[in-house]
C-alpha cells in the first residue's frame, strides 16, 4: 500500500502532501479538477509509467522545468520504503530510501502493483490491437523481470530495422543482422505475451459471470503475429517485407481476440457487455498480478462508477480484494450508500482547480 503521496509541479499541482488509507482513499470533484492527475502520479511513483502520456515531458506542470514524485510503500510484511522520481529535460532519477538507483529495474523491484481502470478501457474492446497490446505489456512488465527491457530493445530494433527497409538499397546484411535481434526479443514477448493470456482464461470467465450477473462466458485468444517462431516468419515474408519496406511479422502484430458465448464481444456485445468485459479484464489482471508478483496491486478507478448500473458498480466493489487498496476519483457520491463498502477507513478528498482538502 501507499501510506503518502507527495508532488511537486506535477501536471496542475504545485505542491500536494496527503496521507492515505490502508484500505483506500476517495477523490472527488467536477471534471478538469486534479483527480485523475492523483492516480496517475501514484502509477508514476510505482510503474515509472503514465496511463495518459506517452512521455514524461507532459507530466511537468505548465511553467516549471521539473516534476517531483514521492512517498512511502509500505509492503505486506509492514516494512516502508521511502521512494521518489525526478524527471527534467528527458532525464529521470530514481531514488529508494533517498539513495539514487541506475537502472529502472533497480527501482521497479522495491516499487508496487497497479491496476488502472478508467472509462477508456472499452477500448480494449473497441479499439485496435495496439490497445489490447498495451494491455498485455502492462501486465507482463510487473510478473516478468527481464519483459520491460526485452519490449524496449524490441522496439528500438524493429524501428532501425523499418528504417532500413524503408530505404530500399540492397542492404541485406545489416537487415539480416536486426532480424537476429528481432527473434531473440521477439520470441521471448510472444512467449511471456501468450503464457499470461493462457493464465488469465479462468479469471476473466470468472469475473465476467460476476460482474454481469449473467451465465457469460468471457474467453480470450491469443493471436501470435509471428505463428509462435519469429525466425521462420522473417523467412516467410522476406518479399513481401521488400515490397511493404516494413518489417510485417512480429509481437508488433500480435492480436487478443474477446469474445463472449463464442461471438466477437466488439460486433456483437452491446455497450453493457463491453464495459462489463473491460472490467473483467482488469479485475483478471489484478488476480495475476497477486499471484505472479507475490504482492496485492493498488487498485486506481478513475471515474467508473458513472457509466455503470448500481448492480455492476456493486459487484465490481464486492470483486475487489478487500486486503487490497483502492484509490478512487468520483464527480459525487450517489453510488455510496448502495455499494455494501462502508468506507469508515478511508481517507476522503475534496479536489476544486489542483487544491485538495481532506474532508
Given at each position: 500500500?501507499?501510506?503518502?503521496?507527495?508532488?511537486?509541479?506535477?501536471?496542475?499541482?504545485?505542491?500536494?502532501?496527503?496521507?492515505?488509507?490502508?484500505?483506500?482513499?476517495?477523490?472527488?470533484?467536477?471534471?478538469?479538477?486534479?483527480?485523475?492527475?492523483?492516480?496517475?502520479?501514484?502509477?508514476?511513483?510505482?510503474?515509472?509509467?503514465?496511463?495518459?502520456?506517452?512521455?514524461?515531458?507532459?507530466?511537468?506542470?505548465?511553467?516549471?522545468?521539473?516534476?517531483?514524485?514521492?512517498?512511502?510503500?509500505?509492503?505486506?510484511?509492514?516494512?516502508?520504503?521511502?521512494?521518489?522520481?525526478?524527471?527534467?529535460?528527458?532525464?529521470?532519477?530514481?531514488?529508494?530510501?533517498?539513495?539514487?538507483?541506475?537502472?529502472?529495474?533497480?527501482?521497479?523491484?522495491s516499487s508496487g502493483l497497479v491496476v488502472w481502470m478508467g472509462n477508456e478501457d472499452v477500448e480494449l474492446v473497441r479499439g485496435s490491437g495496439g490497445v489490447r497490446r498495451h494491455y498485455l505489456d502492462f501486465l507482463c512488465s510487473q510478473v516478468d523481470g527481464t519483459y520491460r527491457q526485452a519490449l524496449s530493445r524490441y522496439r528500438r530494433v524493429l524501428k532501425a530495422r523499418n528504417i532500413l527497409l524503408k530505404d530500399g538499397r540492397q542492404n541485406d546484411a545489416e537487415i539480416n543482422a536486426?532480424?537476429?535481434?528481432?527473434?531473440?526479443?521477439?520470441?521471448?514477448?510472444?512467449?511471456?505475451?501468450?503464457?499470461?493470456?493462457?493464465?488469465?482464461?479462468?479469471?476473466?470467465?470468472?469475473?465476467?459471470?460476476?460482474?454481469?450477473?449473467?451465465?457469460?462466458?468471457?474467453?480470450?485468444?491469443?493471436?501470435?503475429?509471428?505463428?509462435?517462431?519469429?525466425?521462420?516468419?522473417?523467412?516467410?515474408?522476406?518479399?513481401?517485407?521488400?515490397?511493404?519496406?516494413?518489417?510485417?511479422?512480429?509481437?508488433?502484430?500480435?492480436?487478443?481476440?474477446?469474445?463472449?458465448?463464442?461471438?466477437?464481444?466488439?460486433?456483437?456485445?452491446?455497450?453493457?457487455?463491453?464495459?462489463?468485459?473491460?472490467?473483467?479484464?482488469?479485475?483478471?489482471?489484478?488476480?495475476?498480478?497477486?499471484?505472479?508478483?507475490?504482492?496485492?496491486?493498488?487498485?486506481?478507478?478513475?471515474?467508473?462508477?458513472?457509466?455503470?448500473?448500481?448492480?455492476?458498480?456493486?459487484?465490481?466493489?464486492?470483486?475487489?480484494?478487500?486486503?487490497?487498496?483502492?484509490?478512487?476519483?468520483?464527480?459525487?457520491?450517489?453510488?455510496?450508500?448502495?455499494?455494501?463498502?462502508?468506507?469508515?477507513?478511508?481517507?476522503?478528498?475534496?479536489?476544486?482547480?489542483?487544491?485538495?482538502?481532506?474532508?
Amino acid at each position: 500500500m501507499l501510506s503518502s503521496l507527495r508532488l511537486l509541479d506535477f501536471r496542475c499541482f504545485e505542491s500536494l502532501s496527503i496521507e492515505l488509507g490502508e484500505a483506500g482513499a476517495l477523490f472527488i470533484g467536477d471534471n478538469a479538477q486534479g483527480k485523475t492527475s492523483i492516480l496517475e502520479a501514484v502509477c508514476v511513483l510505482m510503474r515509472l509509467h503514465s496511463p495518459r502520456a506517452k512521455r514524461m515531458q507532459p507530466l511537468i506542470r505548465s511553467g516549471a522545468e521539473v516534476y517531483g514524485v514521492a512517498g512511502e510503500v509500505v509492503d505486506e510484511r509492514g516494512d516502508e520504503v521511502s521512494l521518489r522520481v525526478q524527471y527534467s529535460k528527458g532525464k529521470a532519477v530514481f531514488q529508494r530510501d533517498g539513495e539514487e538507483l541506475n537502472t529502472q529495474g533497480d527501482y521497479l523491484t522495491s516499487s508496487g502493483l497497479v491496476v488502472w481502470m478508467g472509462n477508456e478501457d472499452v477500448e480494449l474492446v473497441r479499439g485496435s490491437g495496439g490497445v489490447r497490446r498495451h494491455y498485455l505489456d502492462f501486465l507482463c512488465s510487473q510478473v516478468d523481470g527481464t519483459y520491460r527491457q526485452a519490449l524496449s530493445r524490441y522496439r528500438r530494433v524493429l524501428k532501425a530495422r523499418n528504417i532500413l527497409l524503408k530505404d530500399g538499397r540492397q542492404n541485406d546484411a545489416e537487415i539480416n543482422a536486426y532480424g537476429e535481434l528481432l527473434v531473440q526479443y521477439g520470441d521471448l514477448l510472444g512467449s511471456v505475451r501468450s503464457q499470461l493470456v493462457n493464465d488469465l482464461l479462468d479469471r476473466v470467465a470468472a469475473a465476467q459471470v460476476a460482474i454481469s450477473g449473467r451465465d457469460e462466458k468471457l474467453t480470450l485468444e491469443f493471436v501470435s503475429g509471428s505463428g509462435g517462431d519469429m525466425r521462420q516468419a522473417l523467412e516467410t515474408t522476406y518479399e513481401s517485407e521488400r515490397r511493404q519496406r516494413q518489417t510485417v511479422a512480429g509481437p508488433h502484430r500480435d492480436e487478443l481476440k474477446i469474445m463472449i458465448n463464442g461471438m466477437s464481444a466488439l460486433d456483437y456485445g452491446s455497450e453493457g457487455q463491453q464495459r462489463t468485459v473491460a472490467l473483467a479484464m482488469k479485475l483478471a489482471q489484478g488476480e495475476l498480478l497477486r499471484e505472479k508478483g507475490g504482492k496485492f496491486p493498488i487498485y486506481l478507478l478513475d471515474d467508473i462508477f458513472g457509466e455503470l448500473d448500481s448492480s455492476r458498480r456493486n459487484a465490481l466493489m464486492a470483486y475487489l480484494p478487500e486486503d487490497a487498496q483502492r484509490l478512487i476519483t468520483t464527480t459525487n457520491l450517489d453510488w455510496l450508500n448502495d455499494s455494501g463498502e462502508s468506507f469508515k477507513d478511508w481517507s476522503r478528498y475534496t479536489v476544486d482547480s489542483g487544491k485538495v482538502v481532506r474532508e
